[in-house]
Protein backbone atom coordinates (compact mmCIF):
# COMPACT_ATOMS: atom_id res chain seq x y z
CA UNK A 1 0.00 0.00 0.00
CA UNK A 2 2.77 2.12 1.03
CA UNK A 3 4.07 1.31 -2.39
CA UNK A 4 1.49 2.67 -4.26
CA UNK A 5 1.22 5.34 -2.42
CA UNK A 6 4.84 6.03 -3.31
CA UNK A 7 4.61 5.25 -6.69
CA UNK A 8 1.23 8.01 -7.15
CA UNK A 9 3.63 10.70 -5.39
CA UNK A 10 6.55 9.88 -7.92
CA UNK A 11 4.21 9.95 -10.85
CA UNK A 12 2.62 13.16 -9.50
CA UNK A 13 6.15 15.31 -9.20
CA UNK A 14 7.24 13.93 -11.96
CA UNK A 15 4.68 14.96 -14.33
CA UNK A 16 3.58 17.69 -12.43
CA UNK A 17 5.85 20.38 -14.81
CA UNK A 18 5.08 18.46 -18.06
CA UNK A 19 1.19 19.11 -17.76
CA UNK A 20 1.70 22.47 -16.27
CA UNK A 21 3.80 23.36 -18.81
CA UNK A 22 1.12 21.87 -21.43
CA UNK A 23 -1.18 23.67 -20.21
CA UNK A 24 0.60 27.03 -19.27
CA UNK A 25 2.15 27.35 -22.87
CA UNK A 26 -1.22 26.74 -24.60
CA UNK A 27 -3.51 28.89 -22.10
CA UNK A 28 -0.80 31.37 -21.48
CA UNK A 29 -2.59 31.59 -17.82
CA UNK A 30 -0.88 29.42 -15.16
CA UNK A 31 -2.53 30.39 -12.21
CA UNK A 32 -5.69 28.93 -13.97
CA UNK A 33 -3.78 25.57 -14.95
CA UNK A 34 -2.27 25.33 -11.69
CA UNK A 35 -6.00 25.42 -9.92
CA UNK A 36 -6.75 22.57 -12.87
CA UNK A 37 -4.05 20.46 -12.04
CA UNK A 38 -3.58 21.01 -7.92
CA UNK A 39 -7.73 19.36 -8.30
CA UNK A 40 -6.30 16.76 -10.82
CA UNK A 41 -3.76 15.66 -8.45
CA UNK A 42 -6.10 15.82 -5.47
CA UNK A 43 -8.74 13.22 -7.43
CA UNK A 44 -5.43 10.92 -8.26
CA UNK A 45 -4.60 10.65 -4.61
CA UNK A 46 -7.90 10.23 -4.05
CA UNK A 47 -8.77 7.53 -6.53
CA UNK A 48 -5.82 5.64 -7.75
CA UNK A 49 -4.88 3.80 -4.33
CA UNK A 50 -7.96 2.05 -4.78
CA UNK A 51 -7.89 1.75 -8.84
CA UNK A 52 -4.79 1.28 -9.06
CA UNK A 53 -2.19 3.40 -11.50
CA UNK A 54 -4.09 4.22 -14.97
CA UNK A 55 -2.45 2.83 -17.97
CA UNK A 56 -1.26 6.45 -18.54
CA UNK A 57 -1.04 8.37 -15.70
CA UNK A 58 -0.98 11.77 -17.16
CA UNK A 59 -3.34 11.69 -19.58
CA UNK A 60 -5.56 10.84 -17.05
CA UNK A 61 -4.75 13.96 -14.96
CA UNK A 62 -5.38 15.81 -18.17
CA UNK A 63 -8.53 14.39 -18.85
CA UNK A 64 -9.23 15.90 -14.84
CA UNK A 65 -7.80 19.15 -15.28
CA UNK A 66 -9.70 19.30 -18.39
CA UNK A 67 -12.90 18.93 -16.16
CA UNK A 68 -11.79 21.23 -13.60
CA UNK A 69 -11.19 24.20 -16.16
CA UNK A 70 -14.40 23.95 -17.61
CA UNK A 71 -15.83 23.80 -13.98
CA UNK A 72 -13.44 27.09 -13.28
CA UNK A 73 -14.43 28.76 -16.49
CA UNK A 74 -18.35 28.23 -15.87
CA UNK A 75 -18.04 29.77 -12.56
CA UNK A 76 -15.79 32.39 -14.02
CA UNK A 77 -13.27 31.53 -11.63
CA UNK A 78 -11.32 32.12 -13.91
CA UNK A 79 -10.08 35.74 -16.10
CA UNK A 80 -12.49 35.91 -17.81
CA UNK A 81 -10.37 36.62 -21.50
CA UNK A 82 -8.75 33.26 -20.90
CA UNK A 83 -12.00 31.18 -20.53
CA UNK A 84 -12.36 30.49 -24.44
CA UNK A 85 -8.85 29.59 -24.64
CA UNK A 86 -8.65 27.44 -22.04
CA UNK A 87 -11.59 25.46 -23.18
CA UNK A 88 -9.27 24.81 -26.56
CA UNK A 89 -6.31 23.95 -24.56
CA UNK A 90 -8.37 21.91 -22.27
CA UNK A 91 -10.11 20.18 -25.96
CA UNK A 92 -6.44 20.08 -27.47
CA UNK A 93 -5.42 18.09 -23.57
CA UNK A 94 -8.66 15.54 -24.25
CA UNK A 95 -7.98 14.51 -27.82
CA UNK A 96 -4.54 13.63 -26.93
CA UNK A 97 -5.01 12.62 -23.37
CA UNK A 98 -7.94 9.95 -25.37
CA UNK A 99 -5.58 8.95 -28.06
CA UNK A 100 -2.56 8.22 -25.37
CA UNK A 101 -0.57 10.41 -27.66
CA UNK A 102 2.83 11.55 -25.63
CA UNK A 103 2.13 15.08 -25.56
CA UNK A 104 5.00 17.85 -26.34
CA UNK A 105 7.61 18.75 -23.56
CA UNK A 106 7.31 22.40 -23.14
CA UNK A 107 9.30 22.87 -19.51
CA UNK A 108 12.16 24.45 -21.24
CA UNK A 109 9.66 27.09 -22.66
CA UNK A 110 8.12 27.19 -18.81
CA UNK A 111 12.10 27.49 -17.85
CA UNK A 112 12.36 30.72 -20.31
CA UNK A 113 9.21 32.51 -19.45
CA UNK A 114 10.07 32.34 -15.71
CA UNK A 115 13.13 33.68 -16.60
CA UNK A 116 11.92 36.85 -18.75
CA UNK A 117 13.25 39.50 -18.54
CA UNK A 118 9.91 40.90 -18.32
CA UNK A 119 9.40 38.86 -15.23
CA UNK A 120 10.85 40.74 -11.90
CA UNK A 121 14.19 39.29 -10.78
CA UNK A 122 12.79 38.20 -7.18
CA UNK A 123 10.55 36.62 -8.73
CA UNK A 124 12.10 34.52 -11.20
CA UNK A 125 13.49 31.88 -9.37
CA UNK A 126 10.17 30.96 -6.76
CA UNK A 127 8.42 31.00 -10.11
CA UNK A 128 10.35 27.70 -11.80
CA UNK A 129 10.07 26.25 -8.32
CA UNK A 130 6.56 26.04 -8.01
CA UNK A 131 5.71 25.81 -11.30
CA UNK A 132 8.18 23.71 -12.94
CA UNK A 133 8.52 21.47 -9.98
CA UNK A 134 5.32 21.77 -8.13
CA UNK A 135 6.72 23.57 -4.65
CA UNK A 136 4.30 25.09 -2.57
CA UNK A 137 4.61 28.76 -1.96
CA UNK A 138 5.15 28.74 1.88
CA UNK A 139 7.84 26.21 1.24
CA UNK A 140 9.42 28.18 -1.40
CA UNK A 141 8.74 31.49 1.00
CA UNK A 142 10.59 30.21 4.01
CA UNK A 143 14.05 28.75 2.21
CA UNK A 144 14.07 32.23 0.23
CA UNK A 145 13.72 34.05 3.65
CA UNK A 146 10.53 36.24 2.07
CA UNK A 147 6.93 36.79 4.00
CA UNK A 148 4.92 33.98 2.48
CA UNK A 149 2.22 36.50 2.12
CA UNK A 150 4.89 38.43 0.29
CA UNK A 151 5.92 35.46 -1.81
CA UNK A 152 2.03 34.74 -2.70
CA UNK A 153 1.80 38.43 -4.42
CA UNK A 154 5.01 37.74 -6.02
CA UNK A 155 3.87 34.69 -7.50
CA UNK A 156 0.40 35.87 -8.50
CA UNK A 157 1.73 39.48 -10.40
CA UNK A 158 4.35 37.46 -12.42
CA UNK A 159 1.16 34.72 -13.40
CA UNK A 160 -0.56 37.90 -14.20
CA UNK A 161 2.18 39.86 -16.06
CA UNK A 162 2.98 36.15 -18.32
CA UNK A 163 -0.98 36.29 -18.98
CA UNK A 164 -1.96 39.81 -19.52
CA UNK A 165 1.59 40.32 -21.13
CA UNK A 166 1.01 37.72 -23.16
CA UNK A 167 5.05 36.66 -22.78
CA UNK A 168 5.82 33.85 -25.15
CA UNK A 169 6.11 30.39 -24.53
CA UNK A 170 9.01 29.88 -26.72
CA UNK A 171 12.42 28.90 -26.75
CA UNK A 172 14.42 32.64 -27.71
CA UNK A 173 16.33 32.81 -30.85
CA UNK A 174 19.97 31.89 -31.19
CA UNK A 175 21.23 36.11 -31.21
CA UNK A 176 19.63 36.55 -27.87
CA UNK A 177 19.90 33.06 -26.44
CA UNK A 178 23.44 33.82 -24.47
CA UNK A 179 21.67 36.42 -22.48
CA UNK A 180 17.98 34.86 -21.89
CA UNK A 181 19.76 31.44 -20.59
CA UNK A 182 22.13 32.95 -18.18
CA UNK A 183 19.17 34.38 -16.82
CA UNK A 184 17.45 30.76 -16.67
CA UNK A 185 20.53 29.70 -15.05
CA UNK A 186 20.73 32.21 -12.48
CA UNK A 187 17.32 31.89 -11.31
CA UNK A 188 18.37 27.87 -10.79
CA UNK A 189 21.48 28.77 -9.12
CA UNK A 190 19.89 31.09 -6.53
CA UNK A 191 18.14 28.30 -5.57
CA UNK A 192 20.82 26.20 -5.15
CA UNK A 193 22.97 29.14 -3.42
CA UNK A 194 19.95 29.48 -0.79
CA UNK A 195 19.97 25.78 0.22
CA UNK A 196 23.45 25.68 0.14
CA UNK A 197 24.16 28.32 2.43
CA UNK A 198 22.77 26.45 5.15
CA UNK A 199 26.38 24.67 6.76
CA UNK A 200 24.68 23.25 9.90
CA UNK A 201 22.38 21.38 7.09
CA UNK A 202 19.94 21.85 10.11
CA UNK A 203 17.07 23.16 7.99
CA UNK A 204 15.59 20.54 5.99
CA UNK A 205 13.58 22.84 3.78
CA UNK A 206 17.04 24.60 2.54
CA UNK A 207 18.62 21.35 1.80
CA UNK A 208 16.10 20.13 0.10
CA UNK A 209 16.08 23.78 -1.80
CA UNK A 210 19.48 22.44 -3.20
CA UNK A 211 17.70 18.84 -4.16
CA UNK A 212 15.15 21.22 -6.28
CA UNK A 213 17.71 22.82 -7.96
CA UNK A 214 19.91 19.94 -8.66
CA UNK A 215 17.12 18.74 -10.08
CA UNK A 216 15.92 21.73 -12.45
CA UNK A 217 20.23 21.54 -13.57
CA UNK A 218 19.61 17.90 -14.54
CA UNK A 219 16.39 19.02 -16.96
CA UNK A 220 17.83 21.92 -18.60
CA UNK A 221 20.48 19.67 -19.15
CA UNK A 222 17.65 17.15 -20.56
CA UNK A 223 16.01 19.63 -22.67
CA UNK A 224 19.17 21.64 -23.65
CA UNK A 225 22.14 19.02 -23.99
CA UNK A 226 24.66 20.86 -26.02
CA UNK A 227 24.75 24.42 -24.04
CA UNK A 228 28.52 24.58 -22.17
CA UNK A 229 27.14 26.51 -19.76
CA UNK A 230 24.05 24.63 -18.87
CA UNK A 231 27.07 21.74 -18.11
CA UNK A 232 28.86 24.25 -16.38
CA UNK A 233 25.96 25.25 -14.01
CA UNK A 234 25.57 21.51 -13.27
CA UNK A 235 28.94 20.63 -12.63
CA UNK A 236 29.21 23.95 -10.31
CA UNK A 237 26.34 22.54 -8.60
CA UNK A 238 27.48 18.52 -8.14
CA UNK A 239 31.05 19.80 -6.98
CA UNK A 240 29.08 22.03 -4.48
CA UNK A 241 27.05 19.51 -3.36
CA UNK A 242 30.58 16.96 -3.30
CA UNK A 243 31.37 18.57 -0.28
CA UNK A 244 28.39 18.74 1.53
CA UNK A 245 29.27 16.37 4.27
CA UNK A 246 32.92 17.56 4.84
CA UNK A 247 31.85 21.30 5.76
CA UNK A 248 31.02 20.11 9.10
CA UNK A 249 33.26 18.19 11.13
CA UNK A 250 32.51 15.27 13.51
CA UNK A 251 31.72 17.91 16.50
CA UNK A 252 29.49 19.75 14.13
CA UNK A 253 32.05 22.61 13.68
CA UNK A 254 32.48 24.42 10.37
CA UNK A 255 35.46 23.51 7.94
CA UNK A 256 36.40 25.88 5.15
CA UNK A 257 37.25 24.12 1.91
CA UNK A 258 40.78 24.63 1.68
CA UNK A 259 40.93 22.73 4.92
CA UNK A 260 38.31 19.97 4.48
CA UNK A 261 39.50 16.33 4.60
CA UNK A 262 38.67 14.98 0.84
CA UNK A 263 37.89 11.76 1.97
CA UNK A 264 34.46 12.90 2.75
CA UNK A 265 33.76 14.15 -0.56
CA UNK A 266 31.21 12.56 -2.32
CA UNK A 267 33.27 10.98 -5.07
CA UNK A 268 30.69 10.04 -7.71
CA UNK A 269 29.07 13.49 -7.87
CA UNK A 270 32.78 14.97 -8.48
CA UNK A 271 33.63 12.44 -10.82
CA UNK A 272 30.01 13.68 -12.92
CA UNK A 273 31.06 16.92 -12.54
CA UNK A 274 34.33 16.51 -14.02
CA UNK A 275 32.84 14.86 -17.02
CA UNK A 276 30.53 17.48 -17.63
CA UNK A 277 33.11 20.34 -17.40
CA UNK A 278 34.99 18.40 -19.65
CA UNK A 279 32.39 18.56 -22.34
CA UNK A 280 31.45 21.71 -21.53
CA UNK A 281 35.25 22.74 -22.59
CA UNK A 282 34.84 21.13 -26.08
CA UNK A 283 31.71 23.45 -26.54
CA UNK A 284 34.36 26.16 -26.78
CA UNK A 285 32.32 28.76 -25.32
CA UNK A 286 33.10 30.52 -22.13
CA UNK A 287 30.86 31.26 -19.48
CA UNK A 288 30.62 32.47 -15.99
CA UNK A 289 29.28 28.79 -14.86
CA UNK A 290 31.54 26.84 -16.31
CA UNK A 291 34.49 29.02 -14.83
CA UNK A 292 32.98 28.12 -11.23
CA UNK A 293 33.34 24.98 -12.18
CA UNK A 294 36.45 24.88 -13.19
CA UNK A 295 37.38 26.68 -10.05
CA UNK A 296 35.93 23.62 -7.63
CA UNK A 297 37.56 21.66 -10.16
CA UNK A 298 40.89 23.26 -9.39
CA UNK A 299 39.55 22.79 -5.80
CA UNK A 300 39.33 19.08 -6.21
CA UNK A 301 42.54 18.24 -7.62
CA UNK A 302 44.03 19.25 -4.13
CA UNK A 303 43.22 15.29 -3.23
CA UNK A 304 45.29 14.46 -5.94
CA UNK A 305 48.07 16.61 -6.02
CA UNK A 306 48.50 17.58 -2.56
CA UNK A 307 47.68 21.44 -3.04
CA UNK A 308 44.93 23.91 -4.83
CA UNK A 309 46.71 25.32 -7.97
CA UNK A 310 45.99 29.15 -6.72
CA UNK A 311 47.75 31.05 -9.84
CA UNK A 312 45.00 28.79 -11.53
CA UNK A 313 42.38 29.72 -9.40
CA UNK A 314 43.15 33.77 -9.45
CA UNK A 315 43.66 33.44 -13.03
CA UNK A 316 40.05 32.03 -13.62
CA UNK A 317 38.44 34.48 -11.32
CA UNK A 318 39.70 37.06 -13.79
CA UNK A 319 38.16 35.46 -16.57
CA UNK A 320 34.68 35.85 -14.24
CA UNK A 321 35.06 39.09 -13.25
CA UNK A 322 35.90 40.29 -16.66
CA UNK A 323 32.46 38.55 -17.70
CA UNK A 324 30.57 39.97 -15.05
CA UNK A 325 32.24 41.91 -12.16
CA UNK A 326 29.61 40.74 -9.21
CA UNK A 327 30.85 41.65 -5.62
CA UNK A 328 31.43 37.80 -4.84
CA UNK A 329 33.64 37.65 -8.42
CA UNK A 330 35.78 40.42 -7.03
CA UNK A 331 36.23 39.04 -3.36
CA UNK A 332 36.79 35.21 -5.22
CA UNK A 333 39.76 36.59 -7.05
CA UNK A 334 40.87 39.20 -4.06
CA UNK A 335 41.17 35.41 -1.83
CA UNK A 336 42.96 33.51 -5.08
CA UNK A 337 45.54 36.13 -5.89
CA UNK A 338 46.50 36.31 -2.39
CA UNK A 339 47.28 32.75 -1.59
CA UNK A 340 48.88 32.88 -5.44
CA UNK A 341 50.99 36.46 -4.77
CA UNK A 342 51.13 37.45 -1.16
CA UNK A 343 48.61 38.99 0.81
CA UNK A 344 49.50 42.69 0.39
CA UNK A 345 48.68 42.16 -3.41
CA UNK A 346 45.15 40.80 -2.49
CA UNK A 347 44.36 42.94 -0.13
CA UNK A 348 44.97 45.53 -2.71
CA UNK A 349 42.09 44.05 -4.62
CA UNK A 350 40.03 43.87 -1.87
CA UNK A 351 40.73 47.77 -1.20
CA UNK A 352 39.42 48.24 -4.67
CA UNK A 353 36.13 47.42 -4.30
CA UNK A 354 33.40 50.07 -3.54
CA UNK A 355 33.00 50.47 0.33
CA UNK A 356 29.10 50.41 -0.62
CA UNK A 357 29.10 46.98 -2.41
CA UNK A 358 30.41 45.09 0.83
CA UNK A 359 28.84 47.24 3.92
CA UNK A 360 26.95 44.12 4.72
CA UNK A 361 28.50 41.73 2.26
CA UNK A 362 30.09 39.32 5.00
CA UNK A 363 32.67 36.77 2.63
CA UNK A 364 33.87 40.23 2.15
CA UNK A 365 35.09 40.97 5.56
CA UNK A 366 35.81 37.41 6.55
CA UNK A 367 38.78 37.86 3.85
CA UNK A 368 39.58 41.16 4.96
CA UNK A 369 40.36 39.74 8.28
CA UNK A 370 42.34 36.83 6.95
CA UNK A 371 44.46 39.23 5.21
CA UNK A 372 45.02 42.12 7.64
CA UNK A 373 46.18 39.07 9.87
CA UNK A 374 49.11 37.86 7.84
CA UNK A 375 50.07 41.43 7.01
CA UNK A 376 50.43 42.05 10.86
CA UNK A 377 47.89 44.90 11.37
CA UNK A 378 46.42 43.06 14.21
CA UNK A 379 43.74 45.67 15.18
CA UNK A 380 42.50 46.29 11.41
CA UNK A 381 42.14 42.67 11.38
CA UNK A 382 40.39 42.38 15.00
CA UNK A 383 37.81 44.45 13.59
CA UNK A 384 36.89 43.33 10.67
CA UNK A 385 37.04 40.10 12.58
CA UNK A 386 33.78 42.11 14.43
CA UNK A 387 32.24 43.05 11.59
CA UNK A 388 32.52 39.39 9.54
CA UNK A 389 30.58 37.72 12.67
CA UNK A 390 28.25 40.27 13.60
CA UNK A 391 27.02 39.65 9.97
CA UNK A 392 27.27 35.79 9.62
CA UNK A 393 23.83 34.17 9.38
CA UNK A 394 25.22 30.82 10.04
CA UNK A 395 26.29 29.38 13.61
CA UNK A 396 28.42 27.14 12.60
CA UNK A 397 30.40 29.71 10.90
CA UNK A 398 29.63 32.19 13.24
CA UNK A 399 31.43 29.54 15.87
CA UNK A 400 34.30 29.04 13.88
CA UNK A 401 35.05 32.99 13.70
CA UNK A 402 35.28 33.74 17.17
CA UNK A 403 37.12 30.65 17.70
CA UNK A 404 39.62 31.94 15.48
CA UNK A 405 39.43 35.83 16.91
CA UNK A 406 39.79 33.95 20.55
CA UNK A 407 43.04 32.43 19.20
CA UNK A 408 44.29 35.58 17.83
CA UNK A 409 43.86 35.15 13.89
CA UNK B 1 10.88 52.31 6.07
CA UNK B 2 11.81 51.26 9.55
CA UNK B 3 11.29 47.59 10.93
CA UNK B 4 11.52 46.22 14.16
CA UNK B 5 13.03 43.11 15.11
CA UNK B 6 12.12 41.60 18.51
CA UNK B 7 13.87 38.76 19.77
CA UNK B 8 11.82 35.99 21.58
CA UNK B 9 13.83 33.96 24.13
CA UNK B 10 13.05 30.97 26.30
CA UNK B 11 14.43 30.33 29.31
CA UNK B 12 17.58 28.49 28.74
CA UNK B 13 18.47 31.08 26.78
CA UNK B 14 18.32 33.90 29.22
CA UNK B 15 19.72 31.58 31.24
CA UNK B 16 23.25 31.95 28.75
CA UNK B 17 23.53 35.58 29.89
CA UNK B 18 24.91 34.24 33.52
CA UNK B 19 26.00 30.63 32.38
CA UNK B 20 29.26 30.54 33.60
CA UNK B 21 30.73 28.56 30.90
CA UNK B 22 29.04 29.94 28.03
CA UNK B 23 28.29 33.63 28.69
CA UNK B 24 31.73 35.08 27.31
CA UNK B 25 30.63 33.57 24.15
CA UNK B 26 26.87 34.89 24.68
CA UNK B 27 28.52 38.21 25.10
CA UNK B 28 30.86 38.19 22.14
CA UNK B 29 27.86 37.67 20.21
CA UNK B 30 25.43 40.82 20.43
CA UNK B 31 27.59 43.72 20.27
CA UNK B 32 29.32 42.70 17.28
CA UNK B 33 25.25 41.81 15.70
CA UNK B 34 24.90 45.56 16.63
CA UNK B 35 28.37 47.10 15.04
CA UNK B 36 27.45 45.29 11.98
CA UNK B 37 23.81 47.03 11.92
CA UNK B 38 25.33 50.56 12.49
CA UNK B 39 28.36 49.99 10.36
CA UNK B 40 25.88 49.14 7.50
CA UNK B 41 24.35 52.20 7.92
CA UNK B 42 21.09 50.61 9.19
CA UNK B 43 20.65 50.50 13.07
CA UNK B 44 18.09 52.95 14.55
CA UNK B 45 17.71 51.78 17.94
CA UNK B 46 17.70 49.06 19.98
CA UNK B 47 18.12 47.09 23.35
CA UNK B 48 18.33 44.20 25.25
CA UNK B 49 16.35 43.52 28.05
CA UNK B 50 16.44 42.88 31.73
CA UNK B 51 15.09 39.19 32.30
CA UNK B 52 11.24 38.74 31.85
CA UNK B 53 10.84 38.55 35.95
CA UNK B 54 11.49 42.51 36.22
CA UNK B 55 8.61 43.68 34.23
CA UNK B 56 6.10 45.48 35.43
CA UNK B 57 2.33 45.69 33.89
CA UNK B 58 -0.03 48.27 34.20
CA UNK B 59 -3.55 48.29 32.81
CA UNK B 60 -6.74 50.16 33.49
CA UNK B 61 -9.45 47.56 35.19
CA UNK B 62 -12.81 47.27 33.35
CA UNK B 63 -13.67 49.73 36.44
CA UNK B 64 -11.80 52.16 34.93
CA UNK B 65 -9.22 51.58 38.09
CA UNK B 66 -5.60 51.24 37.66
CA UNK B 67 -4.01 48.03 38.17
CA UNK B 68 -0.04 47.61 38.47
CA UNK B 69 1.09 43.52 38.56
CA UNK B 70 3.96 42.29 38.43
CA UNK B 71 4.86 41.14 35.00
CA UNK B 72 5.65 39.89 32.01
CA UNK B 73 2.41 40.25 30.45
CA UNK B 74 2.51 37.53 28.11
CA UNK B 75 2.31 34.03 30.29
CA UNK B 76 4.50 32.34 27.58
CA UNK B 77 7.27 30.09 27.20
CA UNK B 78 9.72 32.61 24.96
CA UNK B 79 9.60 35.79 26.34
CA UNK B 80 10.97 39.47 24.93
CA UNK B 81 14.80 39.85 25.19
CA UNK B 82 15.55 42.64 23.39
CA UNK B 83 14.53 44.17 20.45
CA UNK B 84 16.37 46.40 17.10
CA UNK B 85 14.76 49.21 14.81
CA UNK B 86 16.12 48.82 11.52
CA UNK B 87 15.86 51.44 8.95
CA UNK B 88 16.11 49.81 5.61
CA UNK B 89 14.30 49.61 1.93
CA UNK B 90 12.36 46.64 2.47
CA UNK B 91 10.79 43.61 4.54
CA UNK B 92 13.50 41.23 2.65
CA UNK B 93 16.18 43.29 3.47
CA UNK B 94 15.01 43.66 7.13
CA UNK B 95 14.28 39.47 6.93
CA UNK B 96 18.03 39.69 5.93
CA UNK B 97 19.16 41.43 8.69
CA UNK B 98 16.56 39.35 11.50
CA UNK B 99 18.74 36.28 9.73
CA UNK B 100 22.04 37.39 10.99
CA UNK B 101 20.76 37.84 14.94
CA UNK B 102 22.99 35.29 16.42
CA UNK B 103 20.14 32.88 18.05
CA UNK B 104 19.77 30.02 20.03
CA UNK B 105 17.92 27.19 18.62
CA UNK B 106 14.77 27.67 20.39
CA UNK B 107 14.82 31.73 19.81
CA UNK B 108 12.37 33.79 17.46
CA UNK B 109 12.08 36.68 16.04
CA UNK B 110 9.22 38.68 15.09
CA UNK B 111 10.01 41.56 12.27
CA UNK B 112 7.52 44.81 11.89
CA UNK B 113 7.06 47.56 9.98
CA UNK B 114 6.77 50.00 12.43
CA UNK B 115 3.38 52.83 11.81
CA UNK B 116 3.92 55.54 10.19
CA UNK B 117 1.29 58.64 10.46
CA UNK B 118 -1.53 58.93 8.47
CA UNK B 119 -0.34 60.91 5.68
Redesign the interface.
Known amino acids: MLEVQAAIERVARDSYGRLLAFLSARSHDVAAAEDALADAMDAALRTWPAAGLPASPEAWLLVTARRKLIDAARHKLVHDAAVPTLLAVADDAYDMASQCEVFPDERLKLLFVCAHPAIDVTARTPLMLQTVLGLDAARIASALLVKPASMGQRLTRAKAKIRDARIAFDVPEASELPERLHAVLEAIYAAYSAGWDDFTGADVRRKDLATDALALGRLLLQLMPDEPEVKGLLSLMLSCESRRAARIDSGGRYVPLSEQDAGKWAWPLLGEAHQLLLSAEDGAKIGCFQLEAAIQSAHTQRAVTGRVDWEEVALLYEGIVRLSPTTGALVGRAAAAAEARGAEFGWSLLQAIPAQAVASYQPYWALACHLLWRMGRADEARIASDRAIGLCEDPAVRAFLQGRAAAGG | MNYIIMIYEPASSFALRNDPEKRA ?1 YW ?2 WP ?6 V ?4 FVGGAGLELPATATVLKRGTDGKRLIQDGPYADTKEQLGGFFIVNVES ?2 AA ?3 A ?2 C ?2 EPHDMIEVRPTLLPPA
Open positions: DARRYKQALDAGVLDLEWARPL
